[in-house]
């Protein structure tokens, strides 16, 4: 049976919401979610949709390939939406948006952008597994570096700007626009993480 599997951006940088959907109710369903936002995150935009065969297994498989970046029981993720994007084009299916996308070219294109992105790295900065960084606001807060990118905390494993999109929320402070650079947020050894210097190129 063919339905449609969707990656969406959300306001909060590094947080992505992906979902499936029959194809006649595909254009309601990106029109609600944009309008209204989802558990709690507007900003909703869409970034990707593919037409696929068997989409409910396909998307349970990703929900389990990736259940480590999922944010509590939402379909929300911390995750790369290119990286997403790349795993949904090596299925056999048709692109719905965007329009008029080769898929072929597509997965060369997204394969290079990811390649050549610098994002910040807990490894550059010379950090390693396990090393605890402290969130400026309220230093009882840590969290434990557990990947290149990645932290666990209250044993969920977070990308830096959906974790302090998820505390500020939680103490009922987040500003306008939802948005946050995560490493201006959290310090390791009293320095703030975006401005320890590369030790490692």
Not at 114 to 137: A, C, M, P, T, W
Not at 165 to 178: A, M, W
Request: aromatic share 12%; net charge neutral.
């Amino acid at each position: 049976m063919k339905g449609i599997i969707y990656i969406m951006t959300t306001a909060v940088s590094g947080l992505i919401k992906i979902g499936q959907t029959g194809i006649s109710n595909y254009q309601e369903r990106m029109r609600n979610l944009e309008a209204n936002g989802y558990y709690n995150v507007v900003g909703l935009r869409r970034f990707f949709a593919i037409e696929l065969e068997d989409y409910e297994d396909k998307e349970n498989l990703l929900k389990e390939i990736f259940s480590k970046h999922q944010v509590g029981d939402s379909e929300l993720l911390a995750l790369d939406s290119e990286l997403v994007k790349q795993l949904l084009l090596s299925f056999d299916g048709k692109v719905i948006f965007p329009k008029d996308v080769d898929r072929e070219k597509e997965f060369d294109s997204v394969s290079k952008t990811r390649k050549q992105s610098e994002r910040f790295s807990f490894y550059k900065k010379g950090l390693k597994n396990g090393d605890e960084i402290v969130f400026s606001d309220d230093k009882k807060i840590t969290a434990k570096v557990c990947g290149e990118r990645e932290v666990k905390y209250d044993e969920q494993i977070w990308k830096l700007s959906p974790l302090t999109y998820k505390i500020y929320e939680q103490k009922g402070k987040l500003n306008t626009s939802g948005a946050y650079q995560g490493a201006a947020y959290f310090e390791y050894n009293g320095k703030k993480l975006k401005d320890l210097p590369d030790t490692v190129n």
